[in-house]
């Protein structure tokens, strides 16, 4: 079956502009995580969403930051007011449930360049 | 300390060697551990996962676990030029504070040598 996607695939951007990232996540998976890695790094935690509500936003670096999951398949990550510092890899995963045990699987990631 | 600690290596290993890569964490009630693969410009790839304390084998690779010794470990047999990669190590703390997300380490470039 089709597995994460995610749109766009390359997104350049000025600073101080705003940023949407989609992900669609395996059909069926009802969790579904953001991270972010940066060059060098592992991916580091943003937010996650169990259904439709965000279960875990701890990892949101701050108030620029919003993700958004309103049917509970689909979800949005919107920067607002873009920083050179924001310039990372976005990646989106899904699993069957947030129960701790189940699999998270990736997408191919959206490579955000904030000039 | 890092929550969970990976050498970055280079490993470097010729073909058909065992290569062993290793991990620790700090938060005692972590319940899942996980091996990902990341080839250079794409996403991590799930290759093992591992609950429980011992090993666990899947084909060419074998997971380890101790959780007393805040330990886990991937073990590549036969290893070949596919398998260099970068190998991120990740850690489920479901139910405790660190809620259910990874934490990853940094990895480890494994470079396997023909």
Redesign the interface.
């Known amino acids: 079956g089709a597995g994460v996607s995610q749109t766009p695939s390359n997104k350049v951007t000025e600073k101080g502009k705003y940023v949407e990232l989609r992900c669609d996540p395996i059909s069926g998976h009802t969790?579904l995580?953001w991270?972010r890695q940066s060059l060098?790094?592992?991916?580091?935690?943003l937010i996650?969403f169990?259904g439709t509500g965000a279960?875990?936003d701890?990892?949101l670096p701050n108030d620029r930051f919003f993700a958004v999951r309103p049917e509970g398949s689909v979800s949005t990550l919107k920067i607002q007011r873009t920083e050179r510092g924001d310039s990372a890899?976005y990646?989106c995963?899904s699993s069957l449930g947030?129960?701790?045990?189940n699999?998270?699987?990736?997408?191919?990631?959206t490579r955000l360049t904030v000039l | 300390q890092k929550e969970v600690e990976q050498n970055s290596g280079p490993l470097s290993v010729p073909e058909g060697a065992i290569a062993s890569l290793n991990c620790t964490y700090s938060d005692r009630g972590s319940q899942s551990f996980f091996w990902y693969r990341q080839y250079s410009g794409k996403s991590p790839e799930l290759i093992m996962f591992i609950y429980s304390n011992g090993d666990k084998e899947d084909g060419r690779f074998t997971a380890q676990l101790n959780k007393a010794s805040q330990y886990v470990s991937l073990l590549i047999r036969d290893s070949q030029p596919s398998d260099s990669a970068t190998y991120l190590c990740a850690v489920n703390g479901w139910g405790k504070s660190s809620g259910d997300k990874l934490t990853f380490g940094t990895g480890t470039r494994l470079a396997v040598r023909p």
């Open positions: 969790a995580y991270y060098g790094q592992g991916p580091e935690f996650y169990q279960a875990d701890s990892g890899v990646l995963a947030g129960l701790g045990y699999e998270q699987f990736f997408g191919p990631g």
